[in-house]
């Protein structure tokens, strides 16, 4: 269904933000007859969640596949609760992530049901800058991992967006949060996938030498910046690897083999995610660091904030040396 997304993904890369393209995603989607059926909580702009190819839903006429549901994010995501059960559509809806505490009890309740509904959640960290604590989420992702039947996925880049759509779009019995960035972000995969690699939860993108020191474990815009600072170590004749992890939930279904293939192969690991890090830490061990944050954000533009708070390669770079005593 997306196979030309992920070659126009490959022929023509961009930095995009991860709400850019999963609004690609969906305008390839609703060129063609589906099942179907989007919205929004008055954000529909700020989401990307409205294609050109959507005809909207009114009073009187029901013919469309597109809601406007106003600033009621609870109401929604109990409506879209309700769609999913009455019917074979497929409901997805947009919101900030920091909103999602708002639909909280309704995500809860799609995964208790083991319905396919789709949450798509912008503006997923500090990244979105300027809007302050207020609307930085900090806390969410780990809240909404610890829901049972519940796949949280954090996109790096094109390829993985349309991946992860994918993905939400075949679970038939667990629903799906899409957490995407505002931010553009440079592609990480490069080359065209064989095969849906987000669907394992987690991926080797980068490794540096064949016999390596070090493990660094990234999600959605962190992936970048894992990287970055996966390349300074190197000159320092650090060696790594970088793991894409877009969910969490999934890679923890893999065989155990495959675990300790992603996990097990060196000692020294650390983590990165601009949000709360108690969740990496069963990656990262005793004898890592999970860069994150533990506290609340701050108003500033997004590339401050993020040295504010330590997540920039020479500093993560520095950070690590020491953990490694090189």
Known sequence: MLKKEKENAIKEPKSLATRKCSEMTLNALTKQKNNLIGGSADLAGSNNTKTKNHKIIKPGDF???????????????????????????????GTFLIFSDYCKPSIRLSALMKKRVIYVMTHDSIGLGEDGP????????????????????????RIETIECWEHALNSSKTPSVLSLTRQNLNPVRKKYPNKNLCSLGAYEVLRTNKKINLTIFASGSEVNLALEVSHKLAKDKIYSKVISIPCMELFELQSKSYKNKILEETKFKISIEAGSSDCWKKYVGDNGIAFGIDEFGKSAPYKDIYKYFGLESTNIKNVTKKLLNK
């Open 134 to 157: 207020t609307h930085q989420p900090i806390e969410q992702l780990s809240g909404l991992r610890a829901i049972p039947n519940l796949n949280v996925f954090r996109p790096a880049d």
């Open 63 to 93: 013919t469309g596949d597109y809601i406007h549901y106003g600033v009621r994010e609870h109401a929604m995501s109990g409506v879209m609760n309700g769609i999913s059960l009455h019917s074979h559509l497929i409901p997805y809806g």
